[in-house]
């Protein structure tokens, strides 16, 4: 076999993992290597992905020389070998080693400097105050603090941690990805809880916006080596996952484009190119209806678990990357305008649990007129035991959602 331009390299194996491998099978018909330190279904019995297991990757000695061994194996098949993170702490595992990895590897990541500005929540509210983006009013809550106090606005409110790399190691009893807590009773239970685990961080605690999954919106960007802005794409979420160690992550999502588009656009190319961030950024944002502002929560340093819905929308997401980072092209501007529908959930459990009901007859109209797609669900690598195995996993949702589903104001 010949030697390849390039081989994308994928640190992880879940949904994220899997869109991207979907993404550069889609565009260059290729097989990503997929490394990982285990199983799990997203990238199992697949045809489109080249699995790597090395046990304890997410231990730094470990991840170094699994990466050294690994670009000793790849070296003869590929010219350049280029990677992509499917979580933050895999982003984070590769630029702490950047230069170990750099002599074998395009990173496409930020700088260890800007990584630990926009990873620690507390640090990253500060820079909005920077930059003037708009952000829901936040209180650092440290360990050893009175969870009796009185805090700055109403219940309810929002708990999640500042560092989410050391919580997401942290086991305890009703462990969330994040909180809404409705009392002080809550409260006070819920800090206690977090901080008798191993977490020692700081939690953020936050003023509660109102509405449901479809007040949420986020947004993907691609910046290229240059740190110019070279895509943006906009979606509005029809519904959240609401299994407990999930909450947060979005099962539907359909692309966005007006006005209030075009201006989140312009607000965060600004703010994206003044940092200086390089790569994928994934921007998670909540429309207020109390003053008409759309407030970010977090950045990601890396494409989201559900960016499948940027390549649903026709802006692949692995072709920036290689005419950026490979090809070392010079990248016209894209504005994500479509409105396709990207899910993770069976069709009529997103229809039965969408919120709003304009946003329902989108969803119906999308399904009918053939405008949609699911990320696992590929007709390239639809394999009998996988799709065995999927239709599984998604029967599952329905037990899911009859036991843990709340309608939201």
Not at 134 to 162: C, H, N, R, W
Not at 329 to 353: F, Q
Request: charged content about 30%; proline content about 3%.
């Amino acid at each position: 076999m010949g030697k390849t331009d390039f081989l994308p390299v994928i640190l992880g194996s879940d949904d994220n993992a899997y869109g991207m491998a979907r993404a550069f099978h889609e565009q260059y018909g290729i097989t990503s290597i997929v490394v990982t330190k285990g199983h799990i279904l997203p990238t199992m019995h697949s045809k489109i992905v080249e699995k790597k297991i090395y046990e304890n990757l997410d231990e730094p000695k470990v991840f170094i020389q699994s990466m050294l061994n690994l670009h000793e194996e790849l070296k003869s098949r590929a010219s350049k070998l280029l990677v992509i993170a499917s979580n933050e702490n895999y982003a984070e595992l590769a630029i702490r080693h950047r230069d170990e990895l750099e002599p074998h590897y395009i990173l496409p990541f930020i700088d260890e400097k800007l990584m630990d500005e926009v990873v620690y929540k507390e640090r990253f509210y500060e820079m909005c105050e920077e930059y003037g983006l708009d952000y829901p009013d936040t209180l650092i809550f440290k360990k050893g603090m009175d969870a009796q106090m009185e805090l700055p606005f109403d219940y309810p409110v929002v708990v999640k941690p500042s560092d989410s790399m050391t919580y997401f190691n942290a086991q305890f009893e009703g462990k969330k990805k994040a909180y809404v807590l409705h009392s002080k009773a809550e409260f006070i239970d819920t800090i206690d809880k977090v901080f008798s685990s191993t977490y020692e961080d700081s939690l953020i605690i936050q003023d509660y916006i109102p509405g449901n999954d479809t007040v949420m919106r986020v947004l993907n960007a691609y910046v290229d080596r240059n740190g110019k802005v070279k895509m943006m794409c906009l979606g509005r979420v029809i519904l959240e996952d609401y299994t407990p160690t999930l909450i947060g992550n979005y099962v539907g999502i359909i692309g966005e484009y007006n006005k209030d588009t075009e201006e989140v656009y312009a607000k965060y190319k600004k703010f994206l190119e003044a940092i200086g961030f390089r790569g994928y950024a994934n921007i998670d944002l909540k429309y207020d209806r109390r003053d008409g502002k759309y407030k970010i929560f977090e950045l990601n340093i890396r494409q989201g678990r559900s960016s499948y819905f940027v390549t649903t929308n026709g802006y692949n997401m692995a072709k920036y990357l290689v005419e950026d980072r490979v090809e070392n092209e010079d990248l016209p501007i894209e504005y994500g305008s479509n409105t396709r529908l990207w899910h993770a959930v069976p069709k009529d459990l997103l229809i039965k649990y969408t919120m709003d009901e304009d946003l329902k007859k989108q969803v119906i109209d999308r399904f009918k007129k053939g405008e949609s797609a699911s990320t696992l669900y590929y007709s390239a690598d639809l394999g009998f035991i996988r799709r065995f195995k999927l239709k599984s996993y998604y029967k599952d949702y329905y037990r899911r959602f009859e036991e843990h589903f709340e309608l939201k104001e």
